[in-house]
């Protein structure tokens, strides 16, 4: 999974995924920000795969017509800074069964981004500095 950031201006940033392109940040503390911050993208990409994993298993049991949103809210920590805690809350308007409910959140909760969270992975930092 290749993905590129290149500095627009200032702290304003572009990320190239998959042919699509995403701003993040904001060229000086004078202007607004054009794009959400990384830690807003972090949140909003697990919001996003637990509502792809919901409305998989909503397709997959053909429950159809079923409204459906996500609501994330985050409790943030110090030393060092991060988000502690994530409440995901799958909003559904459809009628489920109890063991139809279990389900969905059986399947939201293998979620890869969550799954990745919780994996404490490994991150690498390399440095690249060449002469202009």
Known sequence: MGI???RVAG????AEI???????GQVDEKTPPEGPSPSRLM?????????????????????Q????????DTQEARDP????????????????TEEERAGLLSSVSRCYVGNTLKGNPEI?????????
Do not use: M
């Open 65 to 72: 017509d079923a409204e459906l949103t996500v609501d994330v």
């Open 11 to 14: 702290t304003k940033l572009k």
């Open 124 to 132: 690498n930092y390399d440095l690249n500095v060449t002469n202009p």
């Open 81 to 96: 800074s991060r988000v502690a805690l994530f409440n995901i809350r799958i909003n559904l308007k459809v009628n489920l």
């Open 4 to 6: 590129k950031i290149t």
């Open 43 to 63: 949140v909003a990409s697990l919001a996003l795969c637990a509502g792809q994993y919901a409305a998989w298993y909503l397709k997959r049991h053909n429950i």
């Open 18 to 24: 998959d042919g699509f392109e995403l701003i993040s």
